[in-house]
C-alpha cells in the first residue's frame, strides 16, 4: 500500500504567523517568497497539499496571480500549484502546492511571481453532465458521482441522494471520456475496458458515504441534489457544492447542504454538510455504507483522535465484468460518534449537527485491481496513515 495524505491546512495559528512575518518583510524581498515546510511525522508523506494564505503570498509579492506564480524546491524542482477561490468570489483565498516529503524532513520551497515553466496536467477533475444532471468528480486514483432531479426524467425510478464510486486503473482524468462513450454506446462505463468502470450500484441506498437522517431506527434520506455549483477544478483540488430540497425526516423538515473537496492523490474526500432544520434542538445523521453480500463490515480504529469505519469484500456483480475488492471507509473526528451500527441495510456511524452548523468527515474506496491495495489490511493502513496526518498537519513558517 502506497500513502496517499489527504491535505494540509495550516491552524490559525500559523496562518497569523504567515501573515505576521510576510507584513515585517522589506520591499527588497518582494520578488521572492521562501517557506520552510516541516513533516512532522516519522514515516514519509506523498502528495501533501500545504494551503498558503493567499494574503501572506500577495504582501511578498503582488503582481502574484493565477497563471503567474509557481513554487521551486531547493533543487530547482518545479512544484505543482493551484490559486484556490474555496467560495466563488473571484478573489484567491489560497495558494496551494503539491509536495512529497521524508519523514521528518524540512523543505525549503521558493514561490515567485511567474509562469510555470511546464504545463501543469490536472490531477483532479470535476464536471456537471446536463443531459444526465449528475455531479462526477475524480483524481489521479479513484472516481465518485452524486444525482441530481434532472436524472429523473431519465431514470424515474433513480431517486437517491448516495454516492456512487468508478473504479480507476489510470491516473489519467478519464470519466468526461467515459460519460461521451456511454453517451454514444449506452452503459459501457460499467464494462472494465482496461481504465476501470463503474461497478458499484447504487440504487436507493446511501451508496459509498452517503448521508441521511436517523430517528428511531429508520433512514430518512433527501431526494437527488436540486442545485450545483462548481468553485474549484484542479489542478490539485476539487471543490463543488450542492443542495437537496427540504424532506420530512420524521417528522421534522431538513434541508442541506453538502459540500465536497477532493485533492489529488487521495482515496477519500472531505465532506462538509450543513443540516437546517426548526422544531428540534438537533438532529442525528448517518454517514453509511451499503451492506452488501460477501463485505466484511464495521471494522473500527481509533487513531490520534480520528475514528475510521471500514468495509472490504468482492465488487458488484450485477454489470458484466465486475472484478476485484472494494473498501469503503469514513473518517471522523472521535468525538463527534454517538455510535456504529449495522442497521437499515447499511454499516453506519451516527452523529449529530445542529441546524446551521456545518459537519465535516471524510469518505471514500478503495480498490484492490487498481494496485494501490492488496487487501483488507493495507486498505486498513491507508486509514490509520490518513487519520494520522489530519491530525497532525505539515508546519509552515515565512523565511
Known sequence: MKPFPFRTVLPATAAALLAASAAAAPLSAQARL??????PLDEARRDEVIALPWATVHQRLPSARDGQ??????????????VLDADGDSRPDSLLILSDFWPNEVRDITIEAAAPAHPQAPRVHVFHDQRRDDIAWENDRIGYRIYGLGLLKLEPTTITSGIDVFSKRTHDMVLETWYQEDLKHGGIYHHDMGQGADMYGVGETLGAGGTAIWKDGTLYRARNFHTQRILANGPIRLVFEVTYDPWNAGGVQVSETKRVTMDAGQNLFRQENTYRFSGAPQVTYAIGTVHRPGLVGGTSRTVDGRTWVSTWGPIDTTYSGGHGDLGTGV??????????????????????????QPVVFYTGAGWDDSGDFSGPEDWWAYLSDFSRRLSAPIRVSVE
Open 34 to 39: 521562501v517557506i520552510h515546510a516541516q513533516n
Open 69 to 82: 506564480v509557481r513554487a521551486l524546491t531547493a533543487g530547482g524542482q518545479e512544484l505543482l500549484t493551484q
Open 331 to 356: 473518517v471522523i473526528d472521535s468525538a463527534a460518534v454517538m455510535a456504529t451500527k449495522d442497521a437499515a441495510g447499511h454499516y453506519l456511524v451516527l452523529s449529530t449537527a445542529r441546524s446551521g
